[in-house]
């Protein structure tokens, strides 16, 4: 029998195992004397220890690492490496690390949307409102003159009662995105109250802003600008649309309530009244006049006004007297006549002007 170079591992395996036939045994016996390796596999496959070289004993030896250099069992390890070599795959399970870091950043996503979009929101807003203090030859203008009262209604429905000697500027931009008015004089204003859409009356150095209510307000040139709130509530702060004059400190906006008057004092602050007679500051509506520890020559004003006439005060140290009456239905002649009974004086009359002395 020829020794082989390269001995069939599985005969080894069955050496080992003491299941080879004689002439198996001999082959594997020759095969280790030919060369000083093969015996020292032999050896190494026997546990180390040499044994008599005897088919009546059974020798120790290691079968798995026998059995490991056997064609069979290789090709076995081969599938099983290749069994747990991780397969590259397009569709790979999602894995929840991601999954989570992409949910935080969605989360920071939009959180910063929340911050952004009131800031964006305003600072539009804020550029809609400077857009409408350019008046333009598309404006509306309504005016009434004095001795004249006039009520109006804009395309929102929104109701405008104004008083004599008043004028409204209504942007030609209102509904766009805002609803901008300018007042100087003295209105009503029932608003159709509309969030995306907020509703404006700029008045000097500050602005009134709707918060779905009816208001009045009073602006006369040169007098002492005066918010009165009857339903609802409006946002009453300094205008930022315009440059700013020096005597109006930056204060934040004062939100006034039903019953609530809103006054801009010498100083330029805002002072808060709760509680008070809105019929007192709202009756002119409906052709009353009521007045209670007024000075009379804000009394005197607002008759001028109302009548459309010119009355003069002899004695201007009369001016700061305060004086509370009501006036309702009555002639300019038949006022003048009871006011001056009550201060004492004379009262006498040419055409509009009217003297008082």
């Not at 870091?101 to 929101?121: F, I, N, R």
């Not at 006369?220 to 700013?244: E, F, M, N």
Request: proline letters at 5%; hydrophobic letters at 40%; glycine letters at 6%.
């Amino acid at each position: 029998m020829e020794i082989p170079n390269d001995i069939d591992w599985s005969l080894i395996a069955k050496y080992l195992a003491g299941e080879t036939s004689p002439a198996e045994t001999e082959l594997v016996l020759q095969w280790a004397a030919s060369d000083p390796t093969h015996a020292s596999e032999l050896e190494a496959l026997r546990g180390g220890r040499r044994q008599p070289d005897t088919s009546a004993q059974t020798p120790q030896f290691d079968v798995d690492a026998a059995w490991a250099k056997t064609p069979v069992a290789r090709a076995r390890a081969a599938r099983a490496r290749r069994a747990r070599v991780p397969r590259l795959s397009v569709e790979t399970a999602p894995r929840k690390r991601p999954r989570v870091v992409a949910a935080l950043s969605l989360l920071a996503a939009a959180a910063v949307l929340v911050m952004v979009a009131p800031l964006a929101w305003r600072t539009f807003q804020d550029r809609q409102s400077r857009l409408a203090q350019r008046p333009t030859d598309d404006d509306k203008i309504y005016e009434t003159h004095k001795g004249e009262r006039s009520k109006i209604e804009l395309a929102d429905s929104t109701a405008i009662a104004m008083a004599p000697d008043t004028r409204l500027r209504v942007s030609s931009h209102y509904g766009e995105s805002r609803r901008d008015v300018f007042l100087t004089g003295e209105a009503i204003f029932d608003v159709v109250h509309d969030g995306n859409k907020p509703f404006a009356v700029h008045v000097a150095d500050l602005v009134a802003q709707d918060l779905g209510t009816e208001f009045g307000v009073r602006a006369y040139a040169g007098k002492k600008l005066q918010i009165v709130v009857a339903t609802g509530a409006v946002s009453l702060g300094v205008d930022k649309s315009k440059p700013r004059s020096s005597s109006i400190p930056d204060v934040p906006p004062v939100k006034l309530s039903p019953g609530d008057l809103g006054q801009l004092d010498s100083t330029g602050q805002i002072q808060l009244e709760h509680g008070v007679d809105v019929t007192r500051y709202l009756g002119w509506s409906e052709s009353r006049l009521q007045y209670q520890l007024a000075p009379l020559d804000e009394i005197i004003a607002d008759l001028d006004r109302w009548y459309d006439v010119d009355i003069r005060l002899a004695d201007s140290s009369l001016n700061t007297t305060r004086v509370t009456m009501s006036v309702t239905g009555k002639s300019v002649d038949d006022v003048m006549t009871v006011l001056a009974a009550a201060l004492a004086l004379h009262v006498e009359r040419k055409g509009r002007v009217i003297r008082m002395y």
